[in-house]
């Protein structure tokens, strides 16, 4: 996608790959059953799949890290997770505010070797990523950022956690997870801040990767540089969450 980022994802569930004389970093481990298209596609571009040395997540719900356990087991890689949502992949998703009650929710648990706050970097072999804490959609959602070298300058690439608020998400009133609307509001601002040139996200169709890909395939090195794209989706989805805010808010009778 850009210098040495890969996209080792399927159609939808973004999966990112970063390449780096010490080792690789995994973003997004998906679905257990995903863990296999995963490692072809990190193979496919010639790199050793137990090479990967560190494995990073978009937020602790099982479309991103159901199959961590697993890749840890293959790879050996250390597991770095955002504070909120470090418990909630230890336990397989039981402590997961709104999902966690339901045992076929639950995926494997794994050890977090490392856990993240706001704005920690996580290095390796020269590339430095920053863990920018979106919260809301999880207690712990983090959306990645890093800089790419680009002939003189630095392409900003940020990943998005997620911005979405679920069906079924209790923004007003949530006992398991009071502060949920003021910690939606944060992620915005936070959001809003960061410089974007390559716009990518947990899932690909945050940033449009179905348009985007056949026109980088074609050759078009530039197909995932869109910062109006990142303004218009965060705009979008914050305008999104405060009409659901502004639904909850009035007062039933
Ligand atoms: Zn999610």
Redesign the pocket.
Same mark, same amino acid.
Request: aromatic share 0%.
């Given at each position: 996608m850009a210098g040495n980022l890969y996209y080792v994802g399927s159609e939808d569930l973004g999966s990112y790959l970063i390449a780096t004389p010490s080792g690789l970093i995994l973003i997004n481990s998906a679905f257990e059953a995903s863990v296999p298209l995963i490692r072809k596609s990190v193979e496919s571009l010639g790199f050793h799949f137990s090479d990967i040395k560190i494995l990073l997540i978009s &937020?602790a &719900?099982s479309? &991103?890290c159901a199959g961590s356990a697993q890749i840890i087991h293959l790879t050996g890689a250390k597991y770095y997770v955002m504070a909120g949502d470090g418990s909630v992949v230890e336990s397989g998703g039981g402590t997961d505010f709104q999902y966690g009650a339901k045992k076929s929710n639950r995926y494997p648990p794994a050890h977090v070797d490392r856990v993240l706050h706001d704005g920690d970097k996580v290095s390796l072999g020269g590339t430095v990523l920053t863990a920018h804490l979106t919260p809301g &959609?999880?207690r712990g959602t983090t959306t990645w950022t890093l800089d790419e070298p680009e002939g003189s300058r630095f392409l900003h690439v940020v990943i998005v956690g997620?911005p979405?608020v679920?069906p079924g998400y209790k923004l007003v009133g949530n006992k398991v997870y009071p502060q949920i609307a003021a910690d939606y509001k944060r992620g915005f601002a936070v959001l809003e801040k960061l410089p974007c040139d390559i716009f990518l996200g947990?899932h690909g169709s945050y940033f449009g990767l179905v348009g985007k890909y056949p026109r980088w395939k074609d050759g078009d090195k530039n197909a995932f540089i869109d910062p109006a794209g990142y303004k218009a989706y965060i705009a979008d989805r914050e305008q999104a969450f405060e009409k659901e805010l502004q639904r909850q808010s009035v007062p039933k009778r």
């Open positions: &937020h &719900h479309d &991103h &959609h999880t997620s979405n679920n947990a």
